[in-house]
């Protein structure tokens, strides 16, 4: 079962990997619930259960728009003759889409739209690491979180204007300040986009609090991304610090187990057999007191060119200790999934 404080809900999912969450059903239910508006910013759609309910919020009168990354629609290579190509299940659900009179838009980012967050009804945001394809909710491991709050849902939305205007990469630094302070359900809630706001600088001031421990699972994490010396930092202070990575990530030429696994961190990564495909989180508890949840990988390009928004749960600086309960449910139930999948799905990255 998900994890609910208030108004905030965090899933850990597929079930169908042993997590205790359905992905699938989170977002089919989240579409089928709107009654009044929809505005989806998703990498890729090739799920056709998520977009039939999408066409049927069309249908019931719901206004719906959407976002989607123009190189899932596209063949890098010419198909052979008489050959529809990889990505024809992604063109086929967009012409779907279109005929069913809803608004949807390529990208204008070059680089990559890494966005996969939905807007209801201007009052209630659904976001996480889950792409909304079939991989993404049923063999890569991925998690979800939906906040009921209509300030959260405006942000969100200022940032869905924002990329429908092609505004993205070095226009949109500093184009609007992050919101500061808000309150729901008495967590702390910190939204934060890429690359308006150098998400990966808070991540490494709150990394700095730490006092404890760093928990951490990750599907693309690179030398480029600072995080790594601010893990490396934590470790030399003797904090307990662990990491989940994805196995082919991990073992690329530019990725950051080197330095990680050098300077004493415990890593693992996804083992095989385990039916596990991907480990796609980008997921870090902080003291089992703050959970930072997201699209965003660490990498240099997720901070500065990519399209990304991450949110993070909770206040280390917190005192109040209904406030403190309510954070450490949520960080709680992340971490007992890293441990889950560390436990039943990894093995020693070395």
Do not use: C
């Amino acid at each position: 079962m998900p994890m609910t404080v208030g108004k905030i809900t965090l899933f850990m999912g597929p079930d169908t990997l042993s997590a205790p969450d359905n992905l699938e059903l989170a977002i089919i239910d989240f579409i089928s619930s709107a009654n009044k508006s929809l505005k989806i910013s998703i990498q890729e759609l090739d799920h056709k259960p998520i977009a039939d309910a999408i066409i049927a919020a069309k249908r019931r009168g719901v206004s719906v728009h959407m976002i989607m990354e123009q190189d899932y629609l596209k063949e890098k290579k010419l198909p052979k003759f008489d050959s529809l190509g990889t990505q024809e299940i992604n063109r086929d659900i967009l012409t779907r889409i279109l005929r069913s009179g809803i608004d949807a838009k390529a990208d204008y980012n070059p680089k990559i739209f890494h966005q996969k967050f939905i807007i209801k009804d201007k009052k209630s945001v659904l976001t996480g690491s889950t792409n909304f394809t079939t991989t993404g909710v049923t063999k890569n491991l991925n998690h979800i979180a939906i906040v009921d709050d209509p300030i959260l849902a405006r942000e969100y939305s200022r940032e869905f204007s924002q990329i429908r205007k092609g505004i993205f990469g070095s226009r949109s630094k500093h184009s609007r300040k992050p919101l500061e302070d808000h309150i729901v359900s008495n967590v702390r809630i910190k939204p934060l986009f890429a690359p308006d706001h150098n998400p990966e600088m808070e991540i490494i001031k709150q990394m700095i609090k730490a006092q404890s421990r760093i928990d951490f699972a990750v599907f693309t994490f690179s030398q480029s991304s600072g995080i790594d010396d601010a893990i490396v930092n934590a470790k030399r202070l003797n904090l307990q610090v662990r990491g989940v990575l994805d196995r082919k990530q991990a073992n690329q030429t530019w990725a950051a187990k080197s330095t990680l696994v050098d300077a004493g961190v415990t890593l693992f990564t996804n083992k095989t057999g385990t039916g596990v495909r991907k480990i796609h989180h980008k997921i870090m508890t902080i003291d089992d007191q703050l959970t930072i949840i997201g699209s965003f990988n660490y990498t240099a390009p997720a901070n500065l060119t990519n399209d990304e928004n991450i949110i993070i749960f909770g206040d280390l600086d917190e005192t109040n200790p209904s406030a403190i309960k309510a954070q450490k449910k949520l960080a709680h139930y992340a971490r007992s999934e890293i441990d889950r999948i560390i436990n039943d799905q990894s093995e020693p990255l070395v």
